[in-house]
């Protein structure tokens, strides 16, 4: 039954040879998405979100973070955490995205709140699926989490890979547009990979521009990627777009952005993502030495 469902998906006029990889893969997903589906209905235990700060490339302090999701699952066998690699496309998959997307957006909301009496001009950056555009009501739903929370809308950023809006469908645009008229500013997470296209990352409207780590690590390592790193940032500079540089493990990485005066920073070298009391503390220090 299994092969004969996979063969379908494959297309007209396919052969699938069985595999029991794929087979114990597609179990593992069908018990992963159950789990999820009962932490949800149980108000999202087992969910948790992490933050990882975004630090100021000049002055080194801490100006805001990003939200990551979290989650334990649990079995018969005990406790497991898993990866976001592996249980954020069976959030989308599934459509269970949509609640979980909005309880990490009301942490989040939630947290900023809270960090801005320590640092006012703080901005947490959220990520958001394609999915939760076409089917949530995204944008009501920041805003609605911007007012109860007492913040101004530029105090949360929204995250999103290319490959989620390629093709500027309408419901992509409204949403973009919400955004643009609130003042709430848009990220295209992960430049440098896979999907991105130059021409198009330069005439979509996006504030900020992340560069994925992978081309922070090569620039670091060979000259030809180091050259064209240098000459993205400026030309990124060039047309007023705000750059924060992922994957930053070293110090000599951080000198290298430095240099290249990059906008911001974030990686392991400054923390890696942590949970809401640590990461509280996490700024606390940082504001006394920085
Ligand atoms: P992302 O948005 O690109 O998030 C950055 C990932 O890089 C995080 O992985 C973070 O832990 C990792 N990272 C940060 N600094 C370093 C570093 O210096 N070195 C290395 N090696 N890794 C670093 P994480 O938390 O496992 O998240 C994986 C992906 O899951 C995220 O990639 C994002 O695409 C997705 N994700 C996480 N939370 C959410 C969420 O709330 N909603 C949605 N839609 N996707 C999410
Ligand atoms: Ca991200
Ligand atoms: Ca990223």
Same mark, same amino acid.
């Given at each position: 039954e299994f092969s004969l469902k996979k063969a379908k998906r494959m297309g007209k006029n396919n052969i699938y040879f069985y595999r029991q990889e794929d087979y114990e893969k597609f179990q593992r997903n069908g018990r992963i998405i159950s789990a999820l589906r009962s932490s949800i209905a149980n108000g999202c235990e087992g969910f948790e979100v992490y933050y990882q700060p975004i630090v100021d490339c000049v002055s080194g302090r801490v100006i805001g973070a990003?939200?990551? %999701?979290?989650? &334990? %699952?649990?079995?018969?066998?005990?406790?497991?955490?898993?990866?976001?690699?592996?249980?954020? =496309?069976?959030?989308? $998959?599934?459509?269970?995205?949509? =609640?979980?997307?909005?309880?990490?957006?009301?942490?989040?909301?939630? %947290?900023?709140?809270?960090?801005? *009496?320590?640092?006012?001009?703080?901005?947490?950056?959220?990520?958001?699926?394609?999915? *939760?555009?076409?089917?949530? $009501?995204?944008?009501?739903?920041?805003? &609605?989490?911007?007012?109860d929370n007492g913040l101004t809308p530029d105090r949360i950023c929204i995250e999103m890979t290319e490959s989620g809006f390629m093709d500027m469908t309408p419901v992509f645009c409204k949403f973009r547009k919400v955004l643009e008229e609130n003042g709430i500013q848009f990220v295209i997470d992960d430049f440098g990979t896979g999907y991105s296209n130059l021409v198009r990352v330069?005439?979509? =409207?996006?504030?900020?521009?992340?560069?994925? $780590?992978?081309?922070?690590?090569?620039?670091?390592?060979?000259?030809?990627?180091?050259?064209?790193? $240098?000459?993205?940032?400026? %030309?990124?500079?060039?047309?007023?777009?705000?750059?924060?540089?992922?994957?930053?493990?070293?110090?000599?990485?951080m000198n290298m952005l430095k240099k290249l005066e990059c906008d911001y920073l974030q990686g392991y070298f400054y923390s890696k993502p942590i949970d809401k009391d640590a990461f509280i503390s996490y700024v606390q220090h940082n504001q006394k030495y920085n």
């Open positions: 990003e939200a990551l %999701m979290r989650y &334990t %699952m649990v079995t018969e066998e005990g406790k497991e955490w898993l990866s976001p690699v592996e249980f954020i =496309p069976l959030l989308e $998959k599934s459509g269970l995205i949509i =609640p979980a997307g909005r309880f990490v957006l009301n942490e989040a909301a939630k %947290m900023c709140r809270e960090i801005q *009496q320590y640092i006012p001009e703080f901005r947490v950056n959220v990520n958001i699926s394609y999915y *939760q555009i076409e089917h949530g $009501k995204i944008a009501d739903k920041i805003l &609605t989490a911007v007012r330069l005439e979509y =409207p996006v504030d900020v521009i992340k560069l994925d $780590k992978s081309i922070v690590w090569s620039a670091f390592q060979n000259r030809d990627s180091f050259v064209t790193l $240098k000459n993205l940032i400026s %030309m990124f500079h060039d047309v007023h777009r705000k750059i924060v540089a992922e994957g930053i493990e070293s110090e000599e990485q």
